[in-house]
């Protein structure tokens, strides 16, 4: 068997290693790690890795407030308020649609 040269080893498993820096939300309690919706109002530990281990980085209340901090929101989107649903962004999901799916009007 030839062993492969270590650059192109390297260079192969490039693309399949985690980057530096990606976080990821464990439940803290008992037990196994679960889905996130089993307990949904359960704290979380936010953990960052470094490259060869995940460290942590903060603790959190729930799972919203672990998703707020996984998957913020981008900055450069206007982000508006409504008082009935909440923030508001882009288009209206209830409007009319443009699609060729929609049957055509009268």
Do not use: S
Not at 1 to 25: H, I, S
Not at 33 to 43: C, K, L, S
Not at 66 to 90: F, S, Y
């Amino acid at each position: 068997m030839t062993e492969e040269p270590l650059e192109r080893w390297a260079a192969r498993r490039q693309g399949r290693l985690r980057k530096p820096g990606e976080l990821k939300a464990v439940t803290l309690g008992t037990g196994p790690q679960r889905a996130a919706h089993v307990d949904p109002d359960g704290p979380r530990l936010i953990l960052e890795w470094d490259g060869f281990a995940w460290q942590p980085v903060m603790p959190v209340d729930d799972y919203a407030a672990a998703r707020r901090v996984l998957n913020p929101p981008p900055e450069n989107e206007a982000v508006g308020q409504d008082e009935v649903t909440g923030p508001v962004r882009g288009r209206n999901p209830l409007a009319p649609g443009t699609g060729r799916h929609r049957k055509p009007g009268p």
